[in-house]
């Protein structure tokens, strides 16, 4: 059973520019949630897809978004990158709406350099 | 506020050792905890998961508690092993609307040193 693909692994961009994260969950999950893990704050939510559709979003600025498409697959972007916005951002899948009442698993991450 | 409060930040022992890490939070309602371990450039991946009503669960050789009443929780590791090094991460569910709150600590770095 294939576990949860994210890619890239690894990526560069300067300041200004967009980027795109993809994220495969694992067959059947139909729950897709997405956070950011930096050094100083440790892991924050960003938010949570469902059905296509997202259901709940963290404290983050609009300049970061995201879709679901039907086969569960979920990509994020952020535009008008920052300094501030290099980071690891991991996602994970579940069974059900609601990260916090299913088991998550998690992907390995894509790591965002922003120079 | 809800916060999740981990101690040690981080922590050195011997292969074959135990070590104890601590989780308190003040997360209410209180939903569920989780224990993570993630190695270092991989995702987090669970070690345990525990209810309200459950105060201690065990994965091979981790072992979880948890008060409800005193709000902590600790982690376990008996027989460290090299590859246990890796940071541990307590998570905190909020009880609600959308079961979609996670509190997240920001984690115990622990090195198995030889």
């Known amino acids: 059973k294939a576990g949860v693909t994210q890619t890239p692994r690894y990526l560069i961009k300067t300041r200004g520019q967009q980027v795109t994260l993809s994220c495969s969950p694992i067959s059947g999950h139909r729950s897709v949630s997405w956070y950011q893990q930096t050094p100083g704050q440790g892991l924050q939510f960003l938010f949570e897809y469902f059905s296509e559709t997202q259901r709940n979003k963290g404290n983050f600025p609009g300049r970061f978004s995201g879709r679901q498409f039907s086969n569960s697959r979920s990509e994020m972007n952020v535009s008008t990158l920052e300094l501030g916005d290099s980071a690891l951002y991991l996602c994970?899948?579940?069974?059900?709406?609601?990260?916090?009442?299913?088991?998550?698993?998690f992907g390995a991450g894509s790591r965002l350099t922003v120079l | 506020k809800n916060q999740v409060e981990q101690s040690p930040q981080s922590l050195i022992i011997l292969e074959g050792k135990n070590c104890t890490l601590q989780c308190n939070y003040t997360v209410s309602p209180f939903s569920n905890l989780r224990w993570y371990k993630q190695d270092t450039g991989r995702g987090p991946v669970s070690l345990t998961i525990m209810t309200f009503s459950e105060n201690t669960k065990s994965n091979g050789r981790y072992t979880a508690t948890l008060d409800a009443d005193t709000k902590q929780s600790s982690l376990h590791i008996t027989a460290s092993q090299l590859s246990d090094s890796a940071s541990y991460i307590c998570v905190v569910s909020l009880a609600g609307a959308g079961s979609y709150q996670l509190t997240f600590g920001k984690g115990t770095k622990l090195s198995v040193i030889p």
């Open positions: 994970a899948s579940s069974l059900s709406r609601g990260p916090g009442a299913n088991v998550l698993t």
